[in-house]
């Protein structure tokens, strides 16, 4: 079984920066498409970053400019700089990869359990 597990949460204060990092264990054999997701209580859960295995990034529109995803292949790792954040940047952060488990295998989404961004003075 594959396994995400979200670090670098915490509370920041409005325009400071934190790092986001995603660590994949388990059989893999390729990744396609790594990303970042954020849900605040009351909404829905939305894209903020994503990251195609050759580099190709896509940011949602409240993110452009402030927030960087990148991704170190070798490691299985995804990383999310997040600058000038705001307040309503609050939510829990979810890493999603999709993946092949085998090379005969379906490609298939797993999630991380999420680490909690508080943006706040």
């Known amino acids: 079984q594959v396994q995400l597990v979200e670090s670098g949460g915490g509370l920041v204060q409005p325009g400071g920066s934190l790092r986001l990092s995603c660590a994949a264990s388990g059989s893999i054999f390729s990744i396609y498409v790594m990303g970042w997701y954020r849900q605040a209580p009351g909404k829905q859960r939305e894209l903020v970053a994503s990251?195609?295995?050759?580099?190709?990034?896509d940011y949602g529109d409240s993110v452009k400019g402030r927030f960087t995803i990148s991704r170190d292949n070798a490691k299985k790792m995804v990383y999310l700089q997040m600058n000038s954040l705001k307040p309503e940047d609050s939510a829990l952060y979810y890493c999603k990869y999709r993946l092949r488990r085998g090379w005969d295998t379906a490609m298939e989404d797993y999630w991380g359990q999420g680490t909690q961004v508080t943006v706040s003075s």
């Open positions: 990251i195609t295995s050759g580099g190709l990034t």
